[in-house]
């Protein structure tokens, strides 16, 4: 069964810079659709950046470009977001997401701070 895994969430301060990582099991990389969201507490989940694994294209949110940028390794079946120049808007869940045709897959998310 494919499971997605973040790590990297931390607490930083405004104009820091952070990376998280989601690691795929049970699930190699193909031509698959990958991606960041994230979601603040009371409020939808919104999309962040995603790259296609086989292509290496990307599209980010106008909130985020210029500022983070998502990567692959395939070899690793890993996904990257690296995170410039934080804000506090930026403070929330960050979720990895997969999805190979019909099926779509969720990581458990991991937690984002930006505060002084």
């Known amino acids: 069964q494919a499971q997605l895994v973040e790590s990297g969430g931390d607490l930083v301060q405004p104009g820091g810079s952070l990376g998280l990582s989601c690691v795929a099991s049970?699930?190699?990389?193909?031509?698959?659709?990958m991606a960041w969201y994230r979601q603040i507490p009371g409020k939808a989940r919104e999309f962040v950046a995603s790259?296609?694994?086989?292509?290496?294209?990307?599209d980010y949110a106008d909130s985020v470009k210029g500022r983070f940028t998502i990567s692959r390794d395939n070899s690793r079946d890993t996904i990257y977001l690296q995170m410039n120049n934080l804000k506090p808007a930026d403070t929330a869940v960050y979720y990895c997401?997969?999805?190979?045709?019909?099926?779509?897959?969720w990581g458990q998310g991991t937690q984002v701070t930006v505060s002084s």
């Open positions: 997401y997969a999805r190979r045709g019909p099926s779509a897959y």
């Open positions: 049970g699930f190699t990389f193909g031509h698959d659709y």
């Open positions: 790259i296609m694994t086989g292509s290496g294209a990307t």
